[in-house]
């Protein structure tokens, strides 16, 4: 189950982020937990117009000595540039070997036989199976009963998944009185945060 | 194999120790059966008596009230899941379905009420209540939902009977019910097949086995007890809800529409598969309803099962993410996703169809233009990295 980021860890995520460097599981979640922290989307708007501005300016001209230094620096690195061939002489073989011995695995996991890899994706997957699962309740021969066992299980899931837990601490829940099927009327907490829940 | 049997074994054993059972709850079965008389006209492979059934059950199983206990069994690569359930359906549109707490279910108690408007569904252990309004109820008044709807009906009947070989395979006794077991065999590969069991004397459908592309059996649903035209009072279909239950709004789709307005209503260019698998057709799209997958969702169907087709922009700031994202084919519950990300969109394919034709309708999504199986390419694609990564220090 994916756990929500916290707002810390957004924030240590966000250049990455503007710099479209994160890998889709983090893209996700740091994209869900900007659309309910207005502290994290400060820092996020913040954060991109410093960038912007950065991209603005002008680069300096460089010292006249820069050339002749950074020549230098090249010059005095082929030393240990030749230690470091002779290292990976004896490297590569070994890495190769490991490669080969490692492949399998890596193939088997890549194409999802890995069930932590397959969890880890429908994590993100309820939305898209809920609305299929719909879809498909209006079939003329669809099973109702099993459909709305997973309907429902989906909804559920998404209840109880961090992504339905405020994420948003500074901001209370708003309690209203609704009214149930019964007329009776009832005192529940809205459920408004209700993150991809909110309606568009 | 011997995991079916003992979770069929299981629920038998939970089924006849329910408190129905033991309380010897007077089971009203119809007595008249039209069966033994018709029997005698029919082939029992007489495919426009199976036809016939199915125009029947496609058109009027709603209007039939009963009150039931029904058994689903869904088998799918990590496991099984089963759940028993309680249905009292009052014609056109009150429907009650109480999931039952089992051994072989992981939920507790499931309440679901609908009455055709909305949807309640009650969670006692959560202590929530998920409240839905359908689609249907969004139209407006005057609108004419109901024609909407038996054009759909109509449109998916003729679906089922151009992409179906529909039998009549024979009969059984069912529930304590004659049945004509008629079966459903796609005519184009890639596709599920079903068997369906049809009350003899109502056009209801009293157990459904559906087969993956592969031929095993991915779930099978049947009444164990069923009374048809109870006396039901309308009292069954509320729902009393303590005032401490918090109550979870959940979205609703839109309707169904053309392309061309969903992409107006989208406001982003919506790639269309130039692939559409034989026999299906595209029948519309719909805006998701999370406000955070904006994404736009375009339906096909062959008139038995449907491909959902989700594509959803990247959503902050419209930033083109240049790097794409590794495919995926992953089963859940005997669904299959194929979901990859490209050009600043996410795509998500999802159905109960062989892998094959979720890779085929990816590879025909303009753009990406993807030359390759899906698999390879990304695999190749995480090869490169990794080899770039491990040797770059050399370079």
Redesign the interface.
């Known amino acids: 189950m994916i756990r929500n980021m916290t707002c810390e860890k957004v924030k240590s995520l966000l250049s990455a982020y503007l710099d479209?460097e994160l890998?889709?599981h983090e893209?996700r979640q740091v994209?869900?937990h900007?659309?309910d922290c207005s502290s994290c989307q400060r820092e996020?708007r913040s954060l991109?117009a410093t960038k912007d501005l950065l991209g603005t300016l002008e680069s300096p001209p460089l010292p006249g000595e820069f050339w002749p230094e950074l020549k230098e620096r090249i010059t005095s690195r082929s030393v240990s540039r030749y230690y470091?061939?002779l290292l990976?002489k004896v490297l590569a073989p070994a890495?190769a070997l490991l490669?080969l011995a490692i492949l399998p695995f890596?193939?088997t996991t890549?194409?999802?036989a890995s069930?932590g890899?397959?969890e880890a994706?429908?994590d993100l997957?309820e939305?898209?199976?809920r609305?299929?699962v719909?879809?498909?309740l209006?079939?003329?021969?669809s099973?109702k009963?099993?459909l709305?066992?997973?309907a429902?299980?989906q909804?559920?899931t998404m209840?109880?998944s961090d992504f339905l837990e405020p994420h948003d601490h500074h901001t209370p829940r708003e309690a209203v009185v609704?009214q149930?099927?019964?007329g009776?009327r009832?005192?529940?907490?809205?459920?408004q945060r209700?993150?991809?829940?909110?309606?568009? | 194999m011997f995991k079916r049997l003992a979770a069929v074994s299981a629920l038998c054993l939970i089924i006849a120790s329910s408190p129905l059972t033991l309380q010897g709850y007077r089971i009203a079965f119809a007595s008249k059966s039209l069966l033994p008389e018709e029997r005698s006209n029919i082939s029992p492979f007489d495919s426009r008596t199976a036809m016939s059934l199915i125009e029947q059950v496609a058109e009027k199983s709603g209007s039939i009230s009963f009150n039931a206990t029904k058994t689903v069994i869904l088998w799918y690569p990590s496991g099984t899941s089963a759940c028993i359930s309680k249905i009292i359906h009052k014609a056109p549109n009150l429907t009650r379905t109480e999931y039952l707490p089992s051994s072989a279910s992981t939920c507790g108690l499931r309440t679901v009420i609908s009455d055709g408007k909305s949807t309640w569904h009650y969670e006692p252990d959560l202590q929530v209540v998920f409240h839905m309004t359908e689609t249907s109820s969004l139209l407006d008044e005057g609108d004419a939902g109901t024609n909407h709807e038996e054009f759909n009906l109509t449109q998916d009947v003729s679906l089922i009977k151009a992409n179906y070989d529909i039998t009549l395979i024979g009969t059984e006794n069912l529930a304590g019910r004659q049945a004509y077991i008629i079966g459903l065999e796609p005519r184009h590969p890639g596709n599920p097949s079903r068997k369906i069991w049809v009350d003899s004397e109502y056009p209801f459908v009293l157990r459904t086995e559906k087969y993956a592309p592969c031929g095993t059996m991915s779930s099978v649903s049947f009444y164990n007890w069923i009374e048809f035209f109870p006396t039901l009072s309308d009292d069954l279909f509320e729902l009393d809800i303590p005032s401490h239950v918090a109550k979870v709004e959940l979205p609703v789709s839109g309707d169904l529409m053309p392309l061309d307005k969903l992409e107006k209503k989208a406001e982003f260019a919506i790639p269309v598969p130039g692939f559409v698998p034989p026999g299906y057709k595209i029948e519309g799209g719909m805006l998701s309803p999370y406000r955070a997958f904006p994404a736009a969702h375009i339906r096909l169907t062959d008139g038995l099962n449907t491909i959902s087709y989700f594509v959803t922009p990247r959503i902050i700031d419209g930033n083109n993410r240049g790097e794409n994202h590794v495919a995926d084919v992953s089963d859940l519950l005997g669904t299959k996703f194929l979901r990859w990300s490209d050009q600043g969109y996410d795509f998500t394919l999802v159905g109960e169809v062989d892998k094959s034709l979720l890779i085929e309708i990816a590879q025909s999504v303009n753009p990406p233009r993807m030359t390759r199986g899906l698999s390879q390419q990304s695999l190749s694609q995480y090869l490169t990295k990794f080899f770039y990564q491990m040797f770059w220090i050399d370079r």
């Open positions: 479209s890998d889709y893209l994209e869900l900007l659309l996020c991109r470091l061939r990976m890495t490669v890596a193939i890549h194409e999802g069930s890899q397959v994706k429908t997957i939305p898209y199976i609305e299929y719909i879809s498909e209006d079939r003329p021969f099973d009963t099993s709305g066992f997973v429902t299980a909804a559920v209840y109880s609704t149930n099927r019964t009776q009832t005192q529940a907490n809205a459920f209700v993150m991809f829940l909110s309606p568009r």
